[in-house]
T-cell receptor, first 109, second 115 residues
Framework: DAKTTQPPSMDCAEGRAANLPCNHSTISGNEYVYWYRQIHSQGPQYIIHGLKNNETNEMASLIITEDRKSSTLILPHATLRDTAVYYCIVTDSWGKLQFGAGTQVVVTP | GAVVSQHPSRVICKSGTSVKIECRSLDFQATTMFWYRQFPKQSLMLMATSNEGSKATYEQGVEKDKFLINHASLTLSTLTVTSAHPEDSSFYIC???????????FGPGTRLLVL
């Protein structure tokens, strides 16, 4: 059973911020929200993760709502190389990741 | 630089033969590694957990006698697809947990085509 819901696709203009939503209404207290992305024909790449506080690193920002039922991944300045499938994963076991369908993000010039 | 390598990157084999895929952790030792499979236009599916020095644990529906996993050292896990058939053609990806146990590094994947 999918623990997360993401839009199947979204387009973003190069240089603009990309905001990727994820719903996880059944998340439990000890589960983290992870984001990975997969560029075509490559292995997934870790982006960011969080429990309840907002997080930021060199790649992206993660905004988690106060009730933790949804989150948003923000790519501040999208580039063409950010075109990929983005996966939002909820898990209490960092090792066993259950990937959903993800969101295909296409960054256009 | 790469943290996890896989070999080969792609392989074509005849139906009925066996194929071995290697996954190496380049930067640190790993007592646990994970194997995933991805069919075209689908998401990754966890196949099994590779445990150094002990038997692998397989996800439901994955045949352990068909997908043999050997984690012989702290930096190497191998997946052998035995008696491969065309339906085994897929993208096989391994992952290694980071030192803090907070996330995963994924290998570049191995594309298997069984004719």
């Amino acid at each position: 059973d999918a623990k997360t819901t993401q839009p199947p696709s979204m387009d973003c203009a190069e240089g603009r911020a990309a905001n990727l939503p994820c719903n996880h209404s059944t998340i439990s207290g000890n589960e983290y929200v992870y984001w990975y992305r997969q560029i075509h024909s490559q292995g997934p790449q870790y982006i960011i993760h969080g429990l309840k506080n907002n997080e930021t690193n060199e790649m992206a920002s993660l905004i988690i709502t106060e009730d933790r039922k949804s989150s948003t991944l923000i790519l501040p300045h999208a580039t063409l190389r950010d075109t990929a499938v983005y996966y939002c994963i909820v898990t209490d076991s960092w090792g066993k990741l259950q990937f959903g369908a993800g969101t295909q993000v296409v960054v256009t010039p | 630089g790469a943290v996890v390598s896989q070999h080969p990157s792609r392989v074509i084999c005849k139906s009925g033969t066996s194929v071995k895929i290697e996954c190496r952790s380049l930067d640190f030792q790993a007592t646990t590694m994970f194997w995933y499979r991805q069919f075209p236009k689908q998401s990754l599916m966890l196949m099994a957990t590779s445990n150094e020095g002990s038997k692998a644990t397989y996800e439901q529906g994955v045949e352990k006698d068909k997908f043999l996993i050997n984690h012989a050292s702290l930096t190497l896990s191998t997946l052998t697809v035995t008696s491969a058939h065309p339906e085994d053609s897929s993208f096989y990806i391994c992952s290694v947990p980071d030192r803090e146990g907070e996330t995963q590094y994924f290998g570049p994947g191995t594309r298997l085509l069984v004719l």
